[in-house]
């Protein structure tokens, strides 16, 4: 027991409770939490408390301090029980219907804990031993926010169990795993299962793995499934006649309009295929000698989060299935064939339905989102654009010959980079757009082209561009190389095809800028830009290794390792940075040795930036004075073999920055230093069912600067499986709704969360929600202390200081 007037616990566990059997066997569940957390902070010596919030506590039964057993010795964890009364709960307007306000109880407790550190979890949580052992290590920091997936186990933990019992039990007996993408069914050992309606059969042997998300789809429609970055397939015990694996995909919105450059790699790390797909289509991947068990799709240059959806969504799959025939030839490559135009209509059609069911089911006033192919995009955004089929039809002259006009142009669901040509675009570019058909990008004064290490010696670069916004503005349009020497200049003054002889080191990436200047007095206030409908080489049109592609940051060099997601080097690789506008920052770098290493970093015509050693594995900063806003090719050598796992411009490289927030059942784990919960004033107390709360927390804490950190496996939370209904599976989702609906509650919807986390990520500010009496602060309210002589006295509100404004 930790006596008053003693230094402050370094962790707070805040959770609620109500001794009511919610959830069925909630008495089994509570005790198997406390008598684990007891256990954990005496093995692992984590001075903490333990607060338990008993909200509105049923008149006819015994308190959770008598109900519950504890033990002789609580070792340096201290006991809290802060109990609302029922008088309070009836202040709010549901009280009947909701006996338990769950977030605002936790709020209670978050506004008088003592630890440095808060975790705010559930009563039917385990931790593993490794996150006990790493609570105990004491190395919080305090601008995260602590986050980690949760999985769920079968109800029969053995509660009178030692911790290690317990825990063994919750890795044999898994039901289903919580991660950022979504939640998925396992094996009671943990491997994966098919979903209901799943896009593979379920005899097929095909089971998806990390960077899938769950199975979705819209009313009556065909069942797809989102992959991101990285998506690994899983195949177990094929069919001895599968000569190769069929799938249906199309591009989504994380490839920010530019077509999905896919990677496909295999069990030996060997690529299968590396395809360019611009529409939705069928991938054909031979397997000549063996099926592997394993196999990830890669995207590279995907990424890009929409407006209304923090998810990222590179593509979509509609269908696995085995191709049965007779062996292929072993230099057979895969095949991409898009599907035809009847799926166009069939696609439109299922919009269609999509926003007929919506439109009568959803009220008088419908938020929509409409899943859209890119190819129906942009025939729908060229219909808008010539107004119509009148506009098409009176400048039906003006645009064939027009079309003559052009030279070289992307054909549609392509880059104006063409496939596996070796250029990139670095800064300096605008996202791929398209206006009544043609597709291009806009290129500021600086815009650069990156040209891939496999390139070859020498080559000449051809670009299709015209004048922007002005069409008949003059431009000198020069390419300079790394070193800011003028390789060549070219004068536009409409649309336009230009050539560069270019020189090119093979085996190294290079950067090459694009200079845009007005010839005489700028016909519009705008800057000048250039759109380029084409960039490609009109000699030597592919490079000497069309495989590889490249990825930011990693460039020459570099062999990607699927199974940890990590990058490997063999001594020498390049890192291709662009540095953040402003500021100069320091570059981090995730990197792993297996022995003693010296490592050199070396910039531009090999100048000596940066040394250091490393044994093991560790973040390394790197203080690099290089020119701001814009993209450097650095070679990392180093006296042998390594892997990388991040490098970008913040202290957790490899760890997405983006809004998509690990909001999966953030309410049985998040951790913050105690200031941040009080920065934003704790979990919003509406007068709703709790639902989806934890996640507008969670939200607001990215957006009020906590850097979300996953904790890996092997640390994990194990969740004991409560009944039907009582809280959100996606089995008992529908009679929870039920539930809710027939007790007259609202709850705050995802669209909603949705919404305001777009309206946080648009201002980069988090939404505050509660007054300064948040955590019901106004109240003295009965505190019992466990071990001790279970006095009851009024408690001493804990205050920290005010935000300004406040």
């Known amino acids: ?91 709010f307007a549901h009280a009947e219907a909701l006996p338990l306000y769950q977030m605002i109880a936790k709020n209670v407790g978050i506004r008088r804990a003592r630890g440095k550190f808060v975790l705010v979890t559930n009563i039917d949580i385990l931790f593993s031993s490794e996150l006990a052992a790493f609570l105990g290590q004491r190395r919080l920091q305090p601008d995260r926010m602590y986050r980690m997936d949760r999985h769920d186990v079968m109800s029969q933990v053995p509660v009178d169990a030692p911790v290690e019992e317990q ?253 596996h040509s070796g250029l990139a675009p670095g800064a300096g570019w605008k996202m791929l757009d398209d206006y009544r058909g043609e597709i291009f990008r806009l290129a500021s004064d600086g815009a650069e082209v990156l040209v891939q290490a496999s390139a070859s010696a020498f080559g000449q670069l051809g670009l299709q561009v015209e004048p922007f916004p002005s069409k008949t503005q003059p431009l000198d349009l020069a390419l300079v190389d790394s070193t800011g020497q003028p390789i060549a200049q070219r004068r536009i003054t409409g649309l336009d095809f230009i050539r560069f002889e270019i020189p090119h080191t093979p085996g190294h990436t290079q950067v ?110 790197l203080d690099l004075s290089l020119e701001s806003g814009r993209t450097h090719v650095l070679e990392l050598s180093a006296s042998g073999p390594f892997r990388a796992y991040g490098c970008d411009w913040t202290t957790t490289p490899g760890q997405s920055a983006t809004s998509f927030v690990h909001t999966n059942a953030c309410g049985d784990f998040t951790l913050m230093a105690l200031e941040r919960w009080f920065d934003l004033r704790g979990y919003p107390e509406f007068d709703l069912f709790s639902m989806n709360l934890d996640s507008v927390l969670c939200v607001a804490a990215h957006h009020g600067g906590a850097r979300e950190e996953m904790l890996p496996d092997p640390m994990r939370i194990y969740h004991i499986e409560h009944g039907s209904g009582s809280g959100w599976t996606p089995e008992g989702q529908a009679k929870l709704f039920e539930r809710i609906a027939a007790r007259g509650l609202s709850f705050v919807h995802n669209e909603e969360v949705l919404g305001w986390a777009a309206q946080m990520s648009r201002l980069n500010a988090p939404m505050i929600f509660n007054h300064q009496n948040w955590g019901l602060v106004e109240f003295d309210l009965k505190e019992t202390v466990l071990p001790g002589d279970h006095a009851h006295q009024p408690l001493s509100i804990h205050t920290m200081p005010q935000a300004a404004g406040d």
């Open 1 to 91: 027991m930790l006596p008053a007037g003693d230094s402050p616990p370094y962790l707070s566990l805040v959770v609620t409770a109500r001794n009511d059997e919610h959830g069925g066997n909630l008495l089994n569940r509570m005790q198997a939490f406390v008598n684990g957390w007891i256990g954990q902070a005496r093995q692992h010596h984590i001075p903490s408390e333990m607060i338990i919030v008993e909200w509105n506590p049923p008149q006819d039964r015994l308190r959770l301090a008598e109900a519950l057993h504890w033990p002789d010795d609580m070792g340096p964890c201290q006991v809290r029980f802060i109990e609302v009364p029922p008088e309070v709960h009836r202040r």
């Open 167 to 419: 825990l063994a039990f919750c890795r044999s007996h898994l039901i289903r795993i919580n991660v950022r993408e979504g939640t998925y069914n396992v094996s009671p050992e943990g491997r994966p299962s098919l979903s209901s309606g799943d896009i593979a059969a379920a005899d097929s042997g095909i089971l998806f793995g990390k960077g899938w998300l769950p199975v979705e789809r819209y009313t009556a429609q065909e069942p797809f499934r989102w992959a991101g970055q990285n998506a690994e397939l899983l195949i177990d015990r094929p069919a001895q006649s599968v000569s190769g694996l069929l799938l249906d995909l199309e591009p989504g919105p994380g490839t920010g309009n530019a077509p999905l450059d896919l990677e496909v790699i295999g069990d030996d790390f060997e690529v299968l295929a590396h395809v360019t797909v611009g529409r939705r289509s069928r991938l054909r991947l031979p397997f000549s000698s063996r099926v592997p068990a394993r196999v990830w799709f890669r995207v590279h240059q995907g990424g890009v989060p929409t407006d209304r959806d923090p998810r990222i969504l590179n593509f979509r799959a509609f269908r696995f299935e085995w191709e049965r025939q007779k062996p292929r030839p072993a230099s057979e490559s895969a095949t991409v064939r898009p599907i035809g135009r009847r799926n166009l209509v069939v696609t439109a059609w299922f919009a269609l339905q999509h926003v007929i069911d919506r439109l009568a089911k959803g009220g008088r006033l419908v938020p929509l989102t409409v899943p859209v192919s890119p190819r129906l995009r942009r025939m729908l955004k060229s219909y808008v654009e010539w107004r119509g089929f009148a506009g098409m039809a009176r400048n039906v002259v003006p645009y064939f010959r027009r079309r003559l006009s052009f030279q070289a142009k992307a054909r549609p669901g392509e880059d104006v980079f063409p496939p």
């Open 512 to 621: 090459l800028r694009l200079s845009v200047r007005a010839v005489g007095p700028s016909l519009d206030d705008a800057a000048e830009n250039v759109k380029v409908f084409w960039c490609g080489w009109t000699s030597d049109p592919h490079p000497a290794d069309p495989r590889p592609a490249l990825s930011e940051p990693w460039g020459a060099g570099w062999r990607f390792h699927p199974a940890s997601g990590a990058m490997t080097s063999e001594g020498q690789a390049e890192l291709i940075v662009r540095t953040p506008e402003g500021d100069r920052r320091p570059l981090f770098i995730d990197l792993e040795t297996g022995s003693p290493l010296e490592f050199h970093v070396r910039g531009l015509g090999g100048v000596a930036l940066a040394g250091f050693s490393l044994n093991g594995r560790a973040v390394q900063r």
